[in-house]
C-alpha cells in the first residue's frame, strides 16, 4: 500500500495553559511530570494503513477494557528531546536514529512500521504547535515521548488489527541539579532484563515492567539503578534498566559492552562511540564480564564507569554493590574522561559548539 501523505488536522486547545501557569512549570519542571497543551495521535489499519494524523488538545484516552495492549502489552516507545538555543531556534538530536528504532520495534512486537517522514514530522507538529513550552536555559529541554500500542478490542493473541501511535512531550529540568553526582548500582543476580531471542533490542513497555522487581530490591539496597547480566551465563554485562554502560580503561581507552541482540540499541551510546573516538579515545566494543568490572575497579583498571542515555546524558557510575560485596571506581566521583565526555555531547545538543557529526535537525 502507498503510505498516505503525512498531513495532520490540528485542533487547538481551547483550555490551554494560561502564560503564567506554563511559566511557573517551565520553571522547575523535573522530569515527566507535566505535559504540553496538545498530543498527536495517528491510526492504522490494514485496509488504510498509516491516517488520521492529528494534533489535538492533550488529554484521556478513552479504551476499551478489551483493547490488546491492556492485556498482551503489544506497545513501543521512544524518548528524544527538542533543544532550545540561545539564538532562540530549536532543535532535535539525530531524531532519524530514533525513527529507525521505532521501526525496528514495531518489527519485533508485530506492529506496523510508521514510515520516517511521518515519524519527523509527528515530532515536528507537536513542537510547533507547543513551541511555547521548549523551556529555556541550562540544560532543560522538552523530552518527547513517541510510542504505538495495539488498540484493537480483541481478546485473540494475535496482531492487533488497528494500531494507535501518538506523541506527547513533556518539559524537562536538568537531570543533575546540584552538580553531577555518581550513582550507585545494584548488581542483579537473580534476574534479567532480557534473553537471546527475547525483546531486549526492542524499546518496549514490557522490558520496562519486567525490570520494575530488580530495580525495587537495588533502591531497597540503597542504590539508584539496577545493572543486568546476560541471562545465559550471567557473567556478562548488559545494561541497566534504562540506560547503557561505558568504562574508561586506565589506559584512556574506553569500552562498551557490545550489542548481543539483548541489549538496547541506545542512540546516545553510538553518538559516544564516534565522539569518544572525535576525542582521542580509543573505543571498543566488546563482552565486559562481571568480574572485570569488579577486579578492574578495584585494581585500577577500570578507572570510570558512566551510563548513558537520552534522559541523563551521560550519568557517572559511583559504586557497584551486589549480595557480599561492593566497590567503586576512581575516587567514586565525577571522573575526568565521563566529564568530558558528558559537555562534549551536551554542547553540540545545545548548540555550544559545531556540530560536526550532522546529528542535529532544526525544527523551529
Ligand atoms: C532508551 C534506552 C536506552 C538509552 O537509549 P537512548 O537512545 O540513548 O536514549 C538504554 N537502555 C534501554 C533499556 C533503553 O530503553
Redesign the pocket.
Known amino acids: 500500500m502507498t503510505p498516505t501523505a503525512f498531513a495532520p488536522r490540528i485542533e487547538q486547545n481551547q483550555h490551554a495553559r494560561s502564560e503564567p501557569e506554563r511559566a511557573a512549570i517551565l520553571e522547575n519542571p523535573g522530569f515527566g511530570n507535566h505535559f504540553t497543551d496538545h498530543m498527536f495521535l495517528a491510526e492504522w489499519t490494514p485496509d488504510h494503513g498509516w491516517h488520521d494524523a492529528r494534533v489535538v488538545p492533550y488529554g484521556p484516552l478513552s479504551l476499551d477494557p478489551a483493547t490488546a495492549v491492556l492485556h498482551y502489552a503489544q506497545e513501543i516507545f521512544e ?1 528524544l528531546k527538542a533543544y532550545g538555543h540561545a539564538d532562540g531556534s530549536v532543535w532535535l538530536f539525530r531524531p532519524d ?2 525513527g529507525e ?1 521505532l521501526q525496528r520495534s514495531a518489527h519485533r512486537l508485530a506492529l506496523p512500521e510508521l514510515p520516517l517522514e511521518w515519524f519527523l514530522g509527528s515530532v515536528r507538529a507537536l513542537i510547533e504547535t507547543d513551541r511555547a513550552w521548549v523551556p529555556r536555559g541550562e540544560e532543560k529541554s522538552l523530552y518527547l515521548r513517541p510510542f504505538m500500542f495495539a488498540s484493537e478490542a480483541f481478546l485473540g493473541v494475535r496482531p492487533s488489527q488497528h494500531v494507535t501511535y501518538s506523541v506527547i512531550a513533556s518539559p524537562a529540568g536538568a537531570y543533575f541539579t546540584g552538580g553531577i553526582k555518581p550513582v550507585s548500582i545494584w548488581l542483579s543476580e537473580q534476574y534479567s ?1 532480557a534473553g537471546a531471542g527475547g525483546t531486549g533490542a526492542a ?1 518496549c513497555g514490557g ?2 515492567a519486567a525490570s520494575l522487581l530488580p530495580q525495587q530490591e537495588a533502591a531497597a539496597e540503597g542504590c539508584a539503578q539496577v545493572a543486568f547480566l546476560d541471562a545465559v551465563e550471567h557473567r556478562w554485562v548488559e ?6 554502560l561505558y568504562f574508561v580503561q586506565a589506559d584512556g581507552s574506553i569500552v562498551t559492552p557490545e550489542l548481543s541482540g539483548s ?7 553510538d553518538s559516544i562511540l564516534r565522539l569518544a573516538a572525535e576525542l582521542g579515545h580509543q573505543v571498543v566494543e566488546r563482552k565486559v564480564s562481571i568480574d572485570e568490572w569488579r577486579e578492574g575497579a578495584a585494581d585500577g583498571t577500570i578507572t570510570e564507569v558512566f551510563a ?4 541523563a546524558v551521560v550519568t557517572p557510575v559511583g559504586t557497584l554493590k551486589w549480595r557480599g560485596g561492593e566497590v567503586t571506581a576512581g575516587d567514586g566521583g565525577l571522573g575526568k574522561v565521563t566529564a568530558e565526555i558528558r559537555q562534549a555531547l551536551v554542547d553540540i545538543q545545545y548548540g555550544r559548539a559545531e556540530d560536526r557529526f550532522g546529528w542535529m535537525t532544526r525544527v523551529l
Do not use: D, F, P
Open positions: 524518548g536514529a530514533n528504532r532484563r524499546k522490558n520496562y545494561e541497566l534498566g534504562g540506560m547503557n541489549i538496547l540499541e541506545g542512540v546516545t551510546r548513558c542515555g537520552t534522559a
